[in-house]
């Protein structure tokens, strides 16, 4: 760290994201602390994306994640206010919701096959032969800025990766003709599993009740970054979009629709390998990825046998003009 805060070097692999090795965790988080704009800095200047390895030496990996998500927002939201699954969430930190196959979270991930490998053995990233790829929870008003997502105890390698798309390359690389209709489109969200996906309107489910967290939310499908003043692409697929008033605002809606034939051909472009990185995690990686210009989405790992425990936080800090007579949907009861 010598003189620096810390140093970032671009990721290796990829088209975006900035990677930090650490020496000395606690030296790291107290660096962090005594110029807490430093980190956010580098999230912006490396596209939205920041790989942290060498955390393993921290004892308290739990304190140190929600220490690290303060510089990055106003306020760490508390799961135990916006969540209904307290199985899920950290005994001791509440600000940290634990993603696993394992008890007590109980957590049962949805079947995710995994798509079958590429003739040359490679990784299947392109929607829409790899699904599922979404922004954290973009159904609610306003969506978390950014999410810090912790291997506390990742699948084997080759299982279980995470990738992640960015919307800001994307977008500068669309033809101007999709670029004219994507400036101007509102994407219509919704929470996933309530019915309103598009594999549960094919498998004939019935629409679940919406509460106000649930949406289903407009969102333009091209936001401005307010640091960088960069245009992104603001998309998600599958079960995070509403495929039955959508998935965007004005267009013939369903999943036959115009609008669904424009969703696949933005998501196909989106998730192209030119702007893609796929993620294989060790123990203690720390990933720092901003939900305004940057989708993500899961590979298949061998629940029946392995357990994979990954902790996130998610920081809120911008949620821009609201709609008139708008409440933080995040404050609804
Ligand atoms: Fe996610």
Request: proline share 9%.
């Amino acid at each position: 760290m010598s003189g620096e805060t810390f140093n970032t070097k671009p990721l290796p692999g990829a088209s975006f994201g900035g990677l930090i090795a650490v020496d000395d965790g606690h030296r790291f988080v107290e660096a962090v602390e005594a110029r807490p704009e430093a980190l956010p800095a580098a999230m912006d200047t490396h596209g939205g994306f920041l790989l942290i390895r060498g955390l393993h030496a921290i004892s308290d990996h739990a304190e140190l994640l929600v220490r690290l998500s303060h510089p990055f927002g106003a306020e760490v939201e508390d799961y135990a206010q916006t969540s209904n699954r307290s199985n899920l969430l950290h005994p001791e930190h509440s600000q940290i919701i634990r993603i696993s196959n394992l008890a007590p979270m109980n957590f049962d991930p949805p079947e995710l096959p995994d798509p079958p490998r590429l003739p040359d053995g490679g990784l299947p990233v392109q929607f829409p032969q790899r699904r599922g790829w979404h922004t954290d929870q973009s159904f609610r008003r306003p969506p978390p800025d950014v999410s810090l997502f912790y291997a506390h105890q990742p699948s084997p390698k080759g299982q279980g990766q995470t990738l992640y798309a960015d919307g800001v390359g994307a977008y500068e690389a669309l033809p101007l003709r999709l670029k004219a209709i994507a400036d101007e489109l509102q994407g219509i969200h919704v929470a996933p599993f309530k019915g309103y996906g598009e594999d549960e309107i094919e498998a004939g489910k019935p629409l679940q009740v919406l509460n106000e967290r649930d949406g289903p939310q407009p969102q333009p499908v091209v936001r401005i970054h307010p640091v960088t003043g960069k245009k992104a692409l603001y998309l998600c697929e599958r079960e995070q979009m509403d495929w039955v008033h959508g998935p965007f605002v004005g267009m013939e809606p369903g999943l036959h629709g115009d609008g669904a034939k424009l969703l696949y051909e933005l998501m196909t472009h989106f998730t192209a390998d030119a702007f893609t990185y796929a993620h294989d995690w060790d123990a203690s990686d720390l990933v720092i990825y901003d939900n305004r210009c940057l989708i993500h989405t899961a590979t298949w790992f061998d629940a029946q046998n392995v357990g994979r425990v990954m902790w996130r936080t998610t920081v809120w800090g911008n949620p821009g003009p609201l709609y008139e007579g708008e409440q933080r949907s995040w404050e609804a009861a």
